[in-house]
């Protein structure tokens, strides 16, 4: 049976990055990422990570649902839809009256039909540009 815990290690983390085919970086900045994130869901299977999810949000206007991953095993059994809807729940939960906040998302190839379910809609369109982003990298002394 699934169980959703707040907590994954950052190596149990990186390993479901590497699993699914997403680029690794070093522990230190896996951790950095998973402590400073406003809220993360792990799905557990016994002691097994088998999905996780993170919200970074500064309590503003706009938020990020990011690192939606579940194990290739573990797919199609309705994880995802839960890490992302718990998520969404949680935030509106804190969100304060009259607040509105931009939910912001960068799907994964072809993973566009999985967020439409939740009312994301896909850029560009009529009012949108498409979604950027640019890694940066240092180095390794």
Same mark, same amino acid.
Request: charged share 30%; net charge negative; glycine share 10%.
């Given at each position: 049976m699934?169980?959703?815990? +707040?907590?994954?290690t950052?190596e149990?983390?990186?390993?479901l990055r590497? +699993?699914?085919?997403?680029?690794? #970086? &070093?522990?230190?900045?896996? +951790?950095?990422g998973?402590?400073?994130?406003y809220?993360?869901?792990c799905?557990?299977?016994?002691?097994k990570?088998?999905?996780?999810?993170?919200?970074?949000?500064?309590?503003g206007?706009i938020?990020?649902?990011?690192d939606?991953i579940?194990? &290739?095993?573990?797919q199609g059994q309705?994880?995802?839809r #839960?890490l992302?809807?718990?998520t969404?729940?949680?935030?509106?939960d804190?969100? +304060? &009256?009259?607040y509105?906040v931009k939910?912001n998302?960068?799907?994964a190839?072809?993973k566009?039909?999985?967020?439409e379910k939740?009312? #994301?809609?896909?850029? &560009?369109?009529?009012?949108?540009?498409a979604?950027?982003?640019?890694?940066?990298e240092?180095?390794?002394?």
């Amino acid at each position: 049976m699934i169980q959703y815990v +707040k907590e994954i290690t950052p190596e149990e983390y990186l390993e479901l990055r590497r +699993k699914v085919g997403w680029c690794l #970086f &070093p522990v230190e900045e896996a +951790k950095a990422g998973i402590d400073n994130a406003y809220l993360v869901i792990c799905a557990r299977d016994g002691e097994k990570a088998v999905g996780v999810v993170r919200l970074l949000w500064d309590g503003g206007y706009i938020a990020m649902l990011s690192d939606v991953i579940v194990d &290739p095993e573990y797919q199609g059994q309705g994880i995802g839809r #839960f890490l992302v809807e718990s998520t969404i729940r949680r935030m509106k939960d804190d969100m +304060k &009256p009259g607040y509105k906040v931009k939910l912001n998302l960068m799907a994964a190839k072809g993973k566009e039909p999985f967020y439409e379910k939740f009312g #994301f809609v896909q850029r &560009p369109n009529e009012n949108l540009g498409a979604g950027m982003d640019q890694w940066y990298e240092v180095e390794a002394d």
